[in-house]
Nanobody, 128 residues
Framework: QVQLVESGGGLVQAGGSLRLSCAASGRTFSSYAMGWFRQAPGKEREFVAAISRNGGRTYYTDFVKGRFTISRDNARNTVYLQMNSLKPEDTAVYYC?????????????????????WGQGTQVTVSS
């Protein structure tokens, strides 16, 4: 089992940047592929990005490609989401998630049910 704690959210102006972190504790972090999701008020949770266990493969949803970067540091038990060129529509609670399925280079998909563990979320607000 793994526990996930997100941090790094806050208020930023449109065009600005934030870096979210998700610290993991418990079972060996490198045993998990990781993902980031977000949920805006009144909307369903949606996929943002995913990264394989070894960090060798990444996957992004279309609306963040070229603006967001997912990365991980297995020595620090942390996954990151660097968010640049932020837009008001990026405003949401951002969640990290973990899955122990697959091999070291396997990449989880965009469906929430593929992930076994979730953090509590961190709020990101982008003002116009």
């Amino acid at each position: 089992q793994v526990q996930l704690v997100e941090s790094g959210g806050g208020l930023v102006q449109a065009g600005g940047s934030l870096r979210l972190s998700c610290a993991a504790s418990g079972r060996t972090f490198s045993s998990y592929a990781m993902g980031w999701f977000r949920q805006a008020p009144g909307k369903e949770r949606e996929f943002v990005a995913a990264i394989s266990r070894n960090g060798g493969r990444t996957y992004y949803t279309d609306f963040v490609k070229g603006r967001f970067t997912i990365s991980r540091d297995n020595a620090r038990n942390t996954v990151y989401l660097q968010m640049n060129s932020l837009k008001p529509e990026d405003t949401a609670v951002y969640y990290c998630a973990a899955t122990s399925s697959g091999s070291s280079n396997w990449l989880p998909g965009p469906r929430a049910w593929e992930y076994d563990y979730w953090g509590q979320g961190t709020q990101v607000t982008v003002s116009s």
